[in-house]
């Protein structure tokens, strides 16, 4: 089992930058792969992006491809999410979340950072 704990949201103006932080506690973190998803007032939630344990396998949605980058520091059991070029509809709750990495299912959930881009 494995706890999570984000970090690093802000109000930051359109075009700013922040980094997130995802530290895992429980042990087996190289086990897991990780994700960030987000949830923006009167949406549903969505997929951002997410990395295997070594980093070798990464997924972005489109609407954050080349903005941005998923990495993690398996010594310190931590996932950062940078965010760069950050815009107004970047505007959401993130959270992180884990799954075993011969799962399918995210099934351990942080609270949540928000992140808030004015215009």
């Known amino acids: 089992q494995v706890a999570l704990v984000e970090s690093g949201g802000g109000l930051v103006q359109a075009g700013d930058s922040l980094r997130l932080s995802c530290a895992a506690s429980?042990?087996?973190?190289?086990?897991?792969?990780i994700g960030w998803f987000r949830q923006a007032p009167g949406k549903e939630r969505e997929f951002v992006t997410s990395?295997?344990?070594?980093?070798?396998?990464?997924e972005y949605a489109d609407s954050v491809k080349g903005r941005f980058t998923i990495s993690r520091d398996n010594a310190k059991n931590t996932v950062y999410l940078q965010m760069n070029s950050l815009k107004p509809e970047d505007t959401a709750i993130y959270v992180c979340?884990?799954?075993?990495?011969?799962?399918?299912?995210?099934?351990?959930w942080g609270q949540g950072t928000q992140v808030t881009v004015s215009s």
């Open positions: 429980g042990g087996g973190f190289r086990r897991y792969v």
């Open positions: 979340a884990a799954r075993e990495a011969w799962g399918r299912v995210f099934g351990y």
């Open positions: 990395i295997n344990w070594s980093g070798g396998s990464i």
